[in-house]
């Protein structure tokens, strides 16, 4: 079925209920012809709330009622619509602390709280921070028409080493402008603009360094990732090193200089 998402914080408060509800013709000035909101939109398949900690509390109630009866009206209308849609809702705020706070509403917490997916913050699975680099490389390049082949190890540390208090989006940021200004084939860590990541939860404005016992770890998650990569792809190291976002060449030297044997 179909999947449709919605960034409840990135919609006006005054146009988020005719987003997700839709509207008849006349329904208000400037409603000249009938609108499918993102409800109807995603009968049959998935609705992805996300943001959903920033939800009106006037809005709350109404989308409480349609978990409860599978139904809405659109705005301007009077006819029921059944919708068959699985609710998906993401948040990075702490919804308990907000229910306490009353700023929203717990029968609805507890009514969304069906299967809870705890997803770990960056900083604390720096493991993933190569694959997810690489993987977000290879998009920006087929976007960018750039064809930056990866990442230079001292680059790779400094990424692995950063608190990325703005998870995955900060990350994109960051390689998003490394691309732009890069002249060479790979990311060097002069071309991480880690400054221009501005962070509420640090005072500092120097750049952590990294002690022995970092940096080992660090080398140690740039070995598994390069196991892990060949081991999927049964030893292609071709393969292996398009999903690292590596050159051929910068694999067999990393092999070489970790004295893998594989």
């Known amino acids: 079925g179909p999947f449709v998402a919605i960034n409840i914080g990135g919609v006006p408060e005054n146009l988020l209920e005719s987003e997700l509800f839709g509207y008849e013709k006349g329904a208000f000035t400037g409603a000249v012809s009938r609108k499918t909101g993102m409800f ?24 409480l009622r349609v978990l409860q009866d599978r139904k809405i009206t659109r705005l301007g209308g009077t006819a029921a619509m059944p919708i068959n849609a699985r609710i998906i809702a993401a948040t990075n705020k702490d919804l308990e602390q907000r229910v306490r706070d009353g700023v929203f509403r717990e029968d609805l917490f507890y009514r969304l709280n069906v299967v809870r997916i705890v997803i770990p913050p960056l900083r604390e699975r720096r493991e993933d921070i190569p694959l997810l680099a690489a993987g977000i490389l290879k998009r920006l390049n087929r976007q960018m028409g750039h064809k930056v082949t990866g990442f230079s190890a001292d680059a790779l540390a400094l990424l692995c080493s950063h608190e990325f208090y703005g998870n995955v989006r900060e990350l994109e940021n960051i390689l998003e402008r490394a691309v732009i200004f890069s002249s060479g084939d790979e990311i060097q860590s002069d071309d991480l603009d880690l400054r221009g990541s501005v962070s509420l939860h640090t005072q500092s404005k120097e750049e952590p360094k990294l002690s022995d016992a ?49």
């Not at 398949?45 to 989308?63: A, N, R, Y």
């Not at 990732?225 to 067999?252: K, Y």
């Open 214 to 262: 970092e940096a080992k770890s660090l080398k140690d998650v740039e070995i598994d990732a390069i196991i892990r990569a060949l081991h999927r792809w049964e030893g292609n190291r071709t393969r292996a090193a398009e999903e690292l976002g590596i050159s051929r060449r910068t694999l067999i030297n990393k092999i070489a200089e970790y004295d893998l044997h594989l």
């Open 40 to 63: 109807e939109l995603a009968s049959g398949g998935t609705l992805f709330l996300d943001e959903i900690g920033d939800m009106p509390l006037s809005l709350q109630v109404k989308i």
